[in-house]
């Protein structure tokens, strides 16, 4: 033992205890199966709850701790059809549209032509030669807008004859009667290529697809005022029956309405801007006899 340096002892030493370890396992295991069964069943279960204590105090504390659930949203942008926009446009409109008859004709016959409404108070706009019998208007119509059915004079002003719209106004209202009118879209927002909706040909339940192609222009007579726009053409051409259509946009607002023009044949879109200044001179009882500044005499045929 002298003999032997301090890495020797060592290994001496771990021997001694690993075949002390082997002979104590093998003697433990055949006394335990020469035990009586209470002894083993107490012994597996010391050895169990002892394991079990150590890996539960193992476990660290992030094991144990419920983490909170993180939620991640994500943008997704959806890009609309050009036909969702149709849709809506038609459905927006659609109530607004008016079908007019001679006062006297019988009903179920069909309508005299189309306009729509474009006031609150039951203002309705129409092509002039669509409501005109013989060439001559009529004193009064039934107009029926929806389900409802009312009668109508024409207004006049001054502007007869120099325009081809004629404006009805609902006679036999109720104070509770309050119209559903068109919305008027910026003149400046028509552009060409621009894709448009007209509604209300044939029997008032028509819808037209087209896109502005031209702009045709009365040029003005004074130098500071601008030229007004008489006629926008589109492609495809508009069908001969949509005389007294309304033309909106995709934002659902109102364009124009077709019209037979004063001069030359086949129908064109009569401007927003040229309705609206219509109604606001006959609504303040300054419609002119004479156009005023840069007003068209009449409008041109769309090409």
Do not use: W
């Not at 001694?16 to 035990?35: K, Y």
């Not at 016959?109 to 306009?115: F, I, R, V, Y």
């Not at 007209?198 to 045709?216: M, R």
């Amino acid at each position: 033992m002298d003999e032997l340096n301090n890495k020797q002892m060592i290994l001496l030493t771990m021997l001694t205890s690993f075949v002390v370890s082997v002979g104590t396992g093998v003697i433990t295991v055949a006394m335990l199966e020469e035990a009586p069964p209470t002894l083993t069943q107490t012994v597996n279960r010391v050895v169990e709850r002892t394991i079990e204590r150590v890996v539960t105090g193992s476990s660290t504390p992030e094991s144990s701790t419920v983490r909170p659930v993180t939620t991640i949203t994500k943008e997704v942008t959806i890009y609309a059809k050009e036909d969702d926009f149709i849709v809506a446009a038609v459905e927006k409109n659609q109530p607004r549209i008016a079908l007019i008859f001679a006062a006297a004709e019988a009903t179920g016959t069909p309508p005299l032509a189309t306009g729509f409404v474009v006031s609150r108070d039951g203002v309705i706009v129409a092509d002039q030669k669509s409501i005109s019998v013989e060439s001559v208007v009529l004193a009064s119509y039934r107009i029926t807008i929806g389900e409802r059915s009312y009668l109508a004079v024409p207004i006049k002003h001054d502007a007869i004859g120099k325009t081809p719209l004629a404006l009805l106004k609902i006679s036999d209202t109720i104070p509770s009667d309050i119209f559903d009118s068109v919305t008027f879209g910026r003149q400046t927002d028509a552009k060409i290529a621009q894709t448009i909706i007209a509604l209300g040909g044939a029997d008032g339940a028509g819808v037209f697809k087209g896109t502005l192609s031209k702009f045709h222009y009365t040029k003005s007579e004074s130098t500071t005022t601008p030229d007004h726009v008489t006629a926008i053409d589109t492609n495809p051409k508009i069908p001969e029956d949509y005389a007294g259509a309304l033309v909106v946009n995709l934002d659902a607002q109102a364009v124009g309405i077709v019209v037979n023009p004063l001069v030359g044949t086949g129908l064109a879109i009569y401007p927003a801007s040229r309705i609206l200044e219509l109604v606001t001179a006959v609504s303040s009882g300054v419609a002119q006899s004479t156009p005023t500044s840069g007003e068209p005499k009449d409008i041109v045929s769309a090409s």
